[in-house]
């Protein structure tokens, strides 16, 4: 079953336009997500994290925003830049309850078109 | 500040063999965690690691196993090697709860 979803295997967006990438999760337990951005057999890189506490956390062209109710979160990058197409990777973790696993959508593809 | 490494990078092993991946965590991080990735399964959690004893374990079975050493490096051993196995084995550290970084990855490949 599983427990974060990223429905939209794909974006494209033109160089300088906002981007937004999706997620949603189902196990309320969950009260700390983060974003990785991942390129072909590499590891993921960190790109920013969110407590349960907080509705937003920016960091310079990234933010992201949590929809607790909704059990929804997305990352906004702005501008866009070609550099950034890779897949991007939302993932939740529940460390309230002594759990540090994390567990993974299954990637949104974005392509920042020059 | 040195990243997570792995070693080796790339395996190629036989059916029924054995394997052990290694992993250095970022200097100072005392939790190291294990991930499968396939294209059919996405990122799954295998287990993880925080002084020494198993903190967290996923849904693989006990041919996957691992441990740490008392300087946080981490190993993980597959025995029975079986096709299905074949991934991108990947290995995260953080300093307990929170930001997990990534090392580049093993990838084993079963014949």
């Known amino acids: 079953d599983q427990q974060v979803k990223q429905n939209s295997p794909s974006l494209s967006v033109q160089e300088g336009r906002i981007s937004i990438l999706n997620c949603d999760y189902t196990n309320s337990m969950f009260d700390y997500f983060l974003w990785y951005k991942k390129y072909p057999a590499e590891g993921p890189t960190f790109l920013i994290s969110i407590s349960s506490i907080k509705d937003k956390n920016e960091d310079g062209r990234f933010t992201v925003f949590l929809n607790k109710s909704a059990k929804h979160l997305s990352l906004h990058i702005v501008p866009s830049q070609p550099g950034d197409s890779a897949v991007y990777f939302c993932?939740?973790?529940?460390?309230?309850?002594?759990?540090?696993?994390?567990?993974f959508g299954t990637g949104t593809r974005l392509t920042v078109i020059p | 500040k040195a990243g997570v490494t792995q070693t080796p990078r790339y395996l190629i092993k036989t059916r029924g063999q054995q394997v052990t991946l290694s992993c250095s965590p970022i200097?100072?991080?005392?939790?190291v965690s294990w991930y499968q990735q396939t294209p059919g399964q996405g990122l799954q959690f295998l287990f993880e690691?925080?002084?020494?004893?198993?903190?967290n374990k996923g849904n693989f079975p006990g041919r996957f196993s691992g441990r740490q050493f008392s300087n946080s490096r981490s190993e993980m051993n597959v025995s029975t090697l079986e096709l299905g196995d074949s991934a991108l084995y990947l290995c995260?550290?953080?300093?307990?709860?929170?930001?997990?970084?990534f090392g580049p990855g093993t990838r084993l490949t079963v014949l």
């Open positions: 993932a939740a973790t529940a460390p309230s309850t002594g759990a540090n696993n994390l567990f």
């Open positions: 995260a550290s953080s300093w307990d709860y929170n930001e997990q970084f």
């Open positions: 690691y925080f002084s020494e004893t198993q903190r």
């Open positions: 200097s100072g991080h005392r939790s």
